[in-house]
């Protein structure tokens, strides 16, 4: 591992064009959840460039194997391998981040008490796995391959497969929650909950390929998601005594 | 054409959606086994510095009901102004992360946390006593970012640089955690409407 020198700047600003809109009336929720006034823009200080750190002791040996870790008995379908990086927005690695995910099974279905959904639980999957990045920023997990399901929104509305990630940076202003969807899946450009974000660009950038040199052969296959947090600046100009 | 900045873009956020508690708090949801306890449900480990305290509330939408499905997670220095994990000398038994997944048929989210100490802004003025909020839940496309702040200390409130920066001056009440008969805090949060909280963009 090589010694890299911690930025010792604030985090550069989110650019909320990038990032989806939070009023979006084609996503229902969106509309009485969403704030109306400007939100308050200041630099970052120790309280937001700080963040909760944790260790490897808050893994089990089986919290990255989605397939096994519910009963231990394993889960239905496709079987596939998520990996990536967890980076910032200057390229930089970040190591030590927990990454949470959750999802539906093989059929489209949560285990969760509000599902609606009529497919089946499978008895043997959770839907839930974490996992910390190491030292480069790189992490991989275990799981099947969620199946698309259908939600209360419009009249047919349908969610592309996807799986949800909650990424822990260094600091709690990175705090991220995010989708990831796979290559080719036809309800990408139907679905209202990706049509919040308006730029495409930003869209392709939540699209897992697969990755066929990273399967496991005759066990499963591998797509590649990067996540990209926000980035710290590196000026040594930084703090400056109020009114020089 | 000029160089490349080399610069990436953030991974833009997507909804936690309804099922956020699933891999957030997931034994909060019945899905017992996979993790010995959910993250961020404990805050301090063993004998805390400074006081104790309790804050609760609910997020509320624009129509004034309490979100079910939201979760709220804290960050915040200890007693002492210090960064558990950052600061060398910080609490050791006091982790500064919270997460409250809030009462299934309620929404109210609790926290039993210590009050935080001060801590500097970046040009060296003091803050007053804060934490850092973050919430998310279906319906909200981007995390909201916000603070709490304490309505006993209005002498550090009164300097502190942030508080000072709001143009609408009736609105800082929306940043306070209100003191209640029986010692605890009581910090709502109301996304949209009249009694909106303050977010910031951090
Ligand atoms: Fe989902």
Same mark, same amino acid.
């Given at each position: 591992?090589?010694?890299?020198?911690?930025?010792?700047?604030?985090?550069?600003?989110?650019?909320?064009?990038?990032?989806?809109?939070?009023?979006?009336?084609? =996503?229902?929720?969106?509309?009485?959840?969403?704030?109306?006034?400007?939100?308050?823009?200041?630099?970052?200080?120790?309280?937001?460039?700080?963040?909760?750190? !944790?260790?490897?002791?808050?893994?089990?040996?089986?919290?990255?194997?989605?397939?096994?870790?519910?009963?231990?008995?394993?889960?239905?379908?496709?079987?596939?391998?998520?990996?990536?990086?967890?980076?910032?927005?200057?390229?930089?690695?970040?190591?030590?981040?927990?990454?949470?995910?959750?999802?539906?099974?093989?059929?489209?279905?949560?285990?969760?008490?509000?599902?609606? =959904?009529?497919?089946?639980?499978?008895?043997? !999957?959770? +839907?839930? +796995?974490?996992?910390?990045?190491?030292?480069?920023?790189?992490?991989?997990?275990?799981?099947?391959?969620?199946?698309?399901?259908?939600?209360?929104?419009?009249?047919?509305?349908?969610?592309?497969?996807?799986?949800?990630?909650?990424?822990?940076?260094?600091?709690?202003?990175?705090?991220?929650?995010?989708?990831? =969807? !796979?290559?080719?899946?036809?309800?990408?450009?139907?679905?209202?909950?990706?049509?919040?974000?308006?730029?495409?660009?930003?869209?392709?950038?939540?699209?897992?390929?697969?990755?066929?040199?990273?399967?496991?052969?005759?066990?499963?296959?591998? =797509?590649? !998601?990067?996540?990209?947090?926000?980035?710290?600046?590196?000026?040594?100009?930084?703090?400056?005594?109020?009114?020089? | 054409?000029?160089?490349?900045?080399?610069?990436?873009?953030?991974?833009?956020?997507?909804?936690? @959606?309804?099922?956020?508690? /699933?891999?957030?708090?997931?034994?909060?949801? @019945? /899905?017992?086994?996979?993790?010995?306890?959910?993250?961020?449900?404990?805050?301090?480990?063993?004998?805390?510095?400074?006081?104790?305290?309790?804050?609760? @509330?609910?997020?509320?939408?624009?129509?004034?009901?309490?979100?079910? *499905?939201?979760?709220?997670?804290?960050?915040?220095?200890?007693?002492?102004?210090?960064?558990? @994990?950052?600061?060398? *000398?910080?609490?050791?038994?006091?982790?500064?992360?919270?997460?409250?997944?809030?009462?299934?048929?309620?929404?109210?989210?609790?926290?039993?946390?210590?009050?935080?100490?001060?801590?500097?802004?970046?040009?060296?003025?003091?803050?007053?006593?804060?934490?850092?909020?973050?919430?998310?839940?279906?319906?909200?496309?981007?995390?909201?970012?916000?603070?709490?702040?304490?309505? *006993?200390?209005?002498?550090?409130?009164?300097?502190?640089?942030?508080?000072?920066?709001?143009?609408?001056?009736?609105?800082?009440?929306?940043?306070?955690?209100?003191?209640?008969?029986?010692?605890?805090?009581?910090?709502?949060?109301?996304?949209?409407?009249?009694?909106?909280?303050?977010?910031?963009?951090?």
């Amino acid at each position: 591992m090589t010694e890299t020198k911690t930025p010792q700047g604030g985090f550069v600003a989110r650019d909320r064009d990038w990032h989806p809109a939070p009023f979006h009336p084609p =996503y229902k929720t969106s509309v009485k959840r969403s704030p109306q006034a400007a939100l308050l823009s200041f630099p970052t200080s120790a309280s937001e460039i700080t963040g909760p750190t !944790f260790g490897h002791g808050v893994l089990g040996p089986h919290d990255a194997d989605l397939i096994h870790n519910f009963t231990g008995e394993s889960a239905i379908g496709p079987r596939i391998v998520v990996y990536g990086r967890v980076q910032d927005e200057f390229g930089r690695g970040v190591g030590g981040a927990l990454v949470e995910v959750w999802q539906a099974n093989a059929g489209g279905r949560y285990r969760h008490k509000k599902e609606g =959904y009529v497919a089946a639980l499978d008895a043997n !999957f959770g +839907g839930c +796995g974490r996992v910390i990045t190491d030292a480069e920023g790189n992490y991989e997990f275990r799981t099947i391959m969620p199946g698309p399901y259908p939600w209360p929104n419009g009249m047919n509305d349908w969610r592309p497969a996807h799986i949800h990630f909650s990424v822990f940076g260094h600091g709690f202003a990175q705090r991220l929650i995010t989708q990831m =969807y !796979f290559e080719g899946d036809p309800l990408i450009p139907l679905c209202p909950i990706i049509g919040t974000i308006q730029n495409p660009d930003a869209v392709k950038s939540l699209i897992a390929p697969m990755d066929m040199q990273r399967t496991v052969p005759m066990d499963a296959r591998a =797509y590649k !998601f990067d996540i990209t947090l926000r980035g710290r600046r590196q000026t040594a100009f930084e703090t400056r005594p109020e009114g020089l | 054409m000029v160089q490349s900045l080399n610069e990436l873009k953030e991974s833009p956020s997507q909804t936690a @959606g309804p099922y956020v508690h /699933i891999g957030c708090t997931p034994n909060f949801c @019945g /899905i017992g086994g996979v993790y010995p306890e959910d993250l961020g449900a404990r805050m301090k480990t063993g004998a805390v510095q400074g006081e104790e305290i309790v804050i609760t @509330g609910a997020v509320h939408d624009g129509m004034g009901m309490a979100l079910k *499905d939201a979760l709220v997670e804290i960050w915040q220095a200890d007693a002492a102004g210090k960064f558990p @994990g950052h600061d060398a *000398d910080a609490d050791a038994n006091f982790s500064g992360f919270g997460r409250s997944p809030g009462d299934m048929e309620t929404g109210r989210f609790r926290f039993d946390t210590v009050k935080p100490g001060r801590v500097r802004w970046p040009d060296g003025r003091w803050q007053a006593p804060h934490i850092s909020v973050w919430i998310v839940a279906r319906g909200i496309n981007v995390g909201l970012q916000t603070r709490i702040y304490f309505s *006993d200390e209005a002498e550090a409130n009164a300097e502190d640089p942030i508080l000072a920066r709001l143009e609408h001056q009736m609105r800082v009440p929306t940043l306070m955690a209100q003191k209640q008969d029986d010692g605890t805090y009581l910090f709502d949060v109301h996304i949209q409407g009249p009694d909106e909280t303050v977010f910031f963009d951090i």
